[in-house]
């Protein structure tokens, strides 16, 4: 059975940092790419940042480039993103997800929700003024 799991969400005051945890099983980790994901009541669920366990490139949404880290423990089958400097507007529930297409072509076209796989259940960060 495919899951994946993610930890590590909760409430931050605006310029704080939280690292979120993705851990995966039931299937070749390194054979997927394994991407963050976020959706803010309201709104369309938006492709934060992915990361190719093949060879370990990254991709990385407009918004956040400079502020989160994805990285990946293929020992381990868990990526992690981490997030600083956040912002209110950061506030969202985080899903993490995989996809077998390799990262340029899930990618191509910013980080599709449709790209993917397989699905998290999602974990709440939310950010204060």
């Known amino acids: 059975e495919v899951q994946l799991v993610e930890s590590g969400g909760g409430l931050v005051q605006a310029g704080g940092s939280l690292r979120l945890s993705c851990a995966a099983s039931g299937f070749t980790f390194g054979d997927y790419a394994i991407g963050w994901f976020r959706q803010a009541p309201g709104k369309e669920r938006e492709g934060v940042s992915c990361?190719?366990?093949?060879?370990?490139?990254?991709y990385y949404a407009d918004s956040v480039k400079g502020r989160f880290t994805i990285s990946s423990d293929n020992a381990k089958n868990t990526v992690y993103l981490q997030m600083n400097s956040l912002k209110p507007e950061d506030t969202a529930v985080y899903y993490c997800?995989?996809?077998?297409?390799?990262?340029?072509?899930?990618?191509?076209?910013?980080?599709?929700?449709?790209?993917?796989?397989?699905w998290g259940k999602g974990t709440l960060v939310t950010v204060s003024s």
């Open positions: 990361i190719s366990s093949r060879d370990g490139s990254t």
């Open positions: 997800a995989a996809t077998r297409l390799p990262l340029v072509v899930a990618t191509m076209y910013g980080l599709s929700p449709r790209s993917m796989d397989y």
